[in-house]
T-cell receptor
Framework: AQSVSQHNHHVILSEAASLELGCNYSYGGTVNLFWYVQYPGQHLQLLLKYFSGDPLVKGIKGFEAEFIKSKFSFNLRKPSVQWSDTAEYFCALRNTGGFKTIFGAGTRLFVKA | DSGVTQTPKHLITATGQRVTLRCSPRSGDLSVYWYQQSLDQGLQFLIQYYNGEERAKGNILERFSAQQFPDLHSELNLSSLELGDSALYFC????????????FGEGSRLTVL
């Protein structure tokens, strides 16, 4: 069975601090990986995705994630967060060619101005 | 605006009742997904439809059912409601059955008293 685990449920950072949100998954086959973000009062939207190729993926708003196959991880990073990054972040997985996308429990990030 | 419309936005009902949540996908999207987000839970995949046919099923209770109509809108029916069914129900859509990206609605918040 597929599963996604996000290590931190709540993260509080000051502006300009670096961010790393952990994501590990469980699945034995080939996967597609995603990070979605939900800003307060808004719908979930895609930040970035990994299908194949370069394991370092760049997304919108300065976010990036690195796929490390040996560690079953897909951590999200941003070198310098802003107050506007306050949101909930979801890591998600779909087995290649599969239909359902499985989400982690989410990490709520609060950035202090 | 993702283009996915969910109604109602908020719904309060009593235990034992039945409710219907509605989702209109983005124009051109053939696939509709339903997710449940409970307190401190991630997005739990419920069910997926593609062009009117059920494609994938998650942890959907027998008291819940869904369908996708010829005009591609979808409805999620929740019956014999229990307190634990209180949650945010998200609908998402995509063009293809095995999607690169899901487009989410803003959710329907169900409160069961």
């Amino acid at each position: 069975a597929q599963s996604v685990s996000q290590h931190n449920h709540h993260v509080i950072l000051s502006e300009a601090a670096s961010l790393e949100l952990g994501c590990n998954y469980s699945y034995g086959g080939t996967v597609n990986l995603f990070w979605y973000v939900q800003y307060p009062g808004q719908h979930l939207q895609l930040l970035l995705k990994y299908f194949s190729g370069d394991p370092l993926v760049k997304g919108i708003k300065g976010f990036e994630a690195e796929f490390i196959k040996s560690k079953f991880s897909f951590n999200l990073r941003k070198p310098s967060v802003q107050w506007s990054d306050t949101a909930e972040y979801f890591c998600a997985l779909r087995n290649t060619g599969g239909f359902k996308t499985i989400f982690g429990a989410g990490t709520r990030l609060f950035v202090k101005a | 605006d993702s283009g996915v419309t969910q109604t109602p936005k908020h719904l309060i009902t009593a235990t034992g009742q039945r409710v219907t949540l509605r989702c209109s996908p983005r124009s051109g999207d053939l696939s509709v997904y339903w997710y449940q987000q409970s307190l401190d839970q991630g997005l739990q995949f419920l069910i997926q439809y593609y062009n009117g046919e059920e494609r994938a099923k998650g942890n959907i209770l027998e008291r819940f059912s869904a369908q996708q109509f010829p005009d591609l809108h979808s409805e999620l029916n929740l019956s014999s409601l229990e307190l634990g069914d209180s949650a945010l129900y998200f609908c998402a859509s995509s063009v293809e059955a095995s999607p690169g990206e899901l487009f989410f609605g803003e959710g329907s918040r169900l409160t069961v008293l």
